[in-house]
């Protein structure tokens, strides 16, 4: 929560997390279930 007064102080942005590696993609179909349809999603704050 302090990191988020900074984003609306200014001093620091909101940045999204890394994207994983696509060659991941393939291994996790198989692994998690309805994993294309939560990848296509949004993040959110």
């Known amino acids: ?3 988020f007064i900074n984003v ?4 620091m942005s909101v940045v ?3 994207p994983h590696p696509i060659k991941l ?3 996790f ?3 998690i ?5 939560r990848n ?6």
Do not use: C, F
Request: charged share 25%; aromatic share 4%; glycine share 12%.
């Open 40 to 45: 296509g999603s949004e993040s959110q704050v």
């Open 1 to 3: 929560m302090p990191q």
């Open 25 to 27: 993609d393939e291994s």
């Open 8 to 11: 609306l102080l200014g001093h």
């Open 33 to 37: 279930d309805r994993y294309t349809e």
């Open 16 to 18: 999204g997390p890394r």
């Open 29 to 31: 179909q198989h692994v």
